[in-house]
């Protein structure tokens, strides 16, 4: 059984840092993608940041330079280290993997994609 539990996620002032973590159980594809999701109210889910078997990685514009995602492979965790926060990072963040395990081109825009979710951790910056 595949299980993903994100940890990490709190309220921090705008400037403020913050790393989210999610476990994964029962995912051992050899390759894949993964990575990670937000949504704030009233907006659609949209993809933040994203790692492949392969190490690459990729970063929606909006986080760039500030956001940076890590796996460690021995702890099978996935790590989501924000920097710089800004109230607009503000949402629910969740942790995702593709249920058949596959490096999927462009899998950030695509958050309908057929994934297994974490139960999400909230991200609040303000002042």
């Known amino acids: 059984q595949v299980r993903l539990v994100e940890s990490g996620g709190g309220s921090v002032q705008p400037g403020g840092s913050l790393r989210l973590s999610c476990a994964l159980s029962?995912?051992?594809?050899?390759?894949?993608?993964m990575g990670w999701f937000r949504q704030a109210p009233g907006k659609e889910r949209e993809g933040v940041a994203s790692i492949d078997s392969d190490g690459d990685t990729d970063y929606v514009d909006s986080v760039k330079g500030r956001f940076i995602i890590s796996k460690d492979n021995a702890k099978n965790t996935l790590y989501l280290r924000m920097n710089s926060l800004k109230p607009e990072d503000t949402a629910m963040y969740f942790c995702?993997?593709?249920?058949?395990?596959?490096?999927?081109?462009?899998?950030?825009?695509?958050?309908?994609?057929?994934?297994?979710w974490g139960q999400g951790t909230q991200v609040t910056v303000s002042s």
């Open positions: 029962g995912y051992t594809y050899r390759y894949y993608v």
């Open positions: 995702a993997a593709p249920v058949r395990g596959r490096i999927v081109l462009g899998w950030l825009d695509l958050p309908q994609y057929n994934n297994y």
